[in-house]
């Protein structure tokens, strides 16, 4: 017990110090945890060497992590992403597992070994592209609608995934023949499938049970104490586990069950704040006992593995995302950054082949290159993604000729009659100029521009004159009569500037501007210092939410008055609904 608490303080220590360091150089945390793991561990230093302890955490940790993914897990997300995201994610994970499978096969990786190889490469990180796309606050961009919505795709696709390699064994590989119940039934292949039919069957019915007559009574007398609902929360996750593990399924499946349960309940909130502080302190044991793992003994020449994943995650795993993009109908510009977003493997990935190590399935060699490259791949997305003009503009040459391939489609997003000059010009479908386009169609000659081609067709079905394009796109500028425009309104997400060229905005007020001197153009901007810019490119008014949302909130709290308060909060909610005169009020 000495030895284990001791190396649970050094691994909590290492996680803390390497996690400052990782912060410091902009990467994910994860990454500073496994390599607190590899440093602490036989790999580098081998001050933390007993590996029964290290097992003992790794097991622990995955089982509380996986507890606390089905209690946060939202399948209604599905709902909310959109068709797109989620076609494109069930292709995608489909396809990337079967080339990683075809190319482990090819090499003699073996067939399980080999559908982990395919599955690691299909999961991009959540955690990372989350990160980075809050920190450029592009999360409602097309291209961070689209990668978030194939991320979630891709972590649910992940769980069940590893709910079906968790019954894998290695006694599975091994043994000529499997019995159920104490009887041989002969063929491996046909006697596994019937034992993870029947247990799984039984599994199951017993849970079912077991959520429908005795957890409901459980928590009915625990609610009232934080303790008891504490401690019965984690006696369901133990007691889940533990059936799950009778049945030959992995422990961490039964305690996900146990979770998604939880997370269904009436109660859910109160178990969540409850157990929510677990998920931190266990993330960070399992990937920093991952790191423990690693060692370089016996490491051979794993050239072939690396070569694998790094194809497949980092060049195969954006090219068929780009390509069912285009599929979709997705501009090149488009397609290439949403890509590029998923380009590198995740966490899920590493949490699969920790499941397999334990399981016996795959070897510490298999871990140590997952875990590698993944690292690797990480960074080196994080420089992607933070550079992805530069990126998209280097490899313009070669993403060009696509269009050709697929064709642009523009009868499907395109109905703009002949010889039409719009007076009122809004590019970017928001929850905002949906109304106001809405209110205008049957006033003014509008047109929509919009690069995304779900909303461009939604309006083109509407009668609306809509043309699917980018900003950026010089062939719009030719193709349309900007001339007589009366306002122009932009409320894309703008792109920043690069060597190559402007951002969004900036180029399309100085195209306006070079043909219509007087049009009034009204830009968003996400800073104070780029609608600067935006004014001095020719903008007649750049509107910066966070500096409105600012100047209101001042303007309230000099409003002394509270019943001035509640009237002007009564007359936004209306607003809300109606146009009520909340800011001639204010």
């Excluded at 400052?20 to 990454?31: E, N, R, S, T």
């Excluded at 399924?249 to 178990?271: N, R």
């Excluded at 080196?380 to 280097?394: A, G, M, R």
């Excluded at 609904?577 to 204010?586: I, V």
């Amino acid at each position: 017990m000495g030895e284990f608490l001791v190396t649970l303080g050094l691994m909590v220590i290492g996680a803390s110090a390497l996690a400052l360091l990782a912060k410091w150089c902009k990467q994910p945390l994860i990454i500073g945890y496994v390599l607190a793991g590899i440093i602490l561990g036989p790999a580098v230093t081998g001050i933390v060497h007993d590996w029964e302890p290290i097992l003992w955490v790794s097991e622990l940790a995955l089982i509380f992590l996986m507890f606390i993914i089905g209690l946060e897990l939202d399948l209604n997300k599905i709902r909310d992403v959109g068709k797109v995201s989620v076609l494109v994610g069930l292709f995608q994970v489909t396809i990337m597992t079967a080339l990683g499978w075809g190319a482990g096969m090819l090499f003699g990786f073996g067939t399980i070994p080999s559908l982990y190889i395919g599955l690691v490469i299909a999961f991009s990180s959540t955690i990372l592209v989350v990160k980075l796309l809050d920190e450029r606050k592009e999360t409602s961009s097309t291209v961070g609608e689209l990668a978030l919505g194939v991320l979630i795709t891709q972590d649910i696709l992940a769980v069940l995934a590893l709910a079906l390699v968790g019954t894998f064994k290695s006694s599975v590989v091994d043994v000529p023949s499997v019995t159920l119940f104490g009887l041989d039934l002969g063929s491996p292949l046909l006697t596994t499938s019937v034992t993870i039919l029947v247990n799984g069957l039984l599994f199951v019915a017993l849970a079912f049970l077991f959520f429908k007559y005795i957890m409901p009574w459980l928590f009915k007398n625990t609610l009232e104490s934080h303790e008891l609902l504490f401690i019965s929360s984690i006696a369901v996750v133990f007691f889940l586990a533990a059936l799950a593990g009778f049945f030959q399924f992995s422990l961490a499946i039964g305690s996900f069950v146990a979770g998604i349960a939880l997370s269904t309940a009436t109660y859910s909130h109160e178990v969540v704040g409850r157990v929510k502080p677990l998920k931190d302190f266990f993330l960070i044991l399992f990937f920093v006992s991952l790191g423990l793992q690693i060692t370089f003994a016996d490491f051979g020449s794993p050239y072939v593995l690396i070569g694998i994943l790094f194809v497949g995650g980092m060049v195969l795993k954006p090219l068929v995302t780009f390509i069912l993009l285009k599929l979709f109908d997705y501009n090149n510009h488009t397609a290439f950054l949403t890509s590029l977003n998923l380009a590198q493997m995740g966490e899920f990935g590493l949490i699969l082949v920790a499941s397999g190590v334990l399981a016996g399935v795959l070897t510490a060699q298999t871990l140590t290159v997952v875990v590698l490259v993944t690292i690797i791949s990480m960074v080196l997305s994080t420089y992607f993604i933070e550079y992805d003009q530069e990126v998209y503009h280097f490899f313009r040459p070669f993403v060009e000729p696509w269009d050709r391939i697929f064709g642009t489609h523009p009868e499907e997003v395109r109905n703009v009659p002949d010889r039409y000059a719009p007076e009122i010009i809004i590019f970017g479908i928001t929850l905002v100029t949906a109304d106001i386009i809405t209110m205008l169609r049957n006033k003014h000659r509008i047109l929509v521009i919009d690069y995304n081609p779900a909303r461009a067709i939604s309006y083109k079905e509407q009668g609306i004159p809509t043309i699917c394009s980018d900003a950026i796109d010089i062939d719009l500028y030719e193709s349309i009569d900007f001339s007589k425009a009366k306002f122009v309104v932009s409320v894309i997400h703008d792109t920043s500037d690069t060597v190559y060229g402007p951002s969004s905005n900036a180029f399309l007020i100085r195209k306006i501007r070079n043909v219509n001197k007087h049009a009034a153009i009204i830009v968003t901007s996400k800073t104070e210092d780029r609608g600067k810019k935006f004014y001095k490119a020719g903008a007649t008014v750049v509107l910066t939410p966070a500096i409105m949302g600012k100047r209101i909130l001042k303007e309230l709290l000099r409003v002394h008055d509270v019943k001035k308060l509640q009237h002007l909060g009564a007359l936004y909610f209306k607003e809300m609904h109606h146009d009520a005169p909340f800011m001639k009020e204010l």
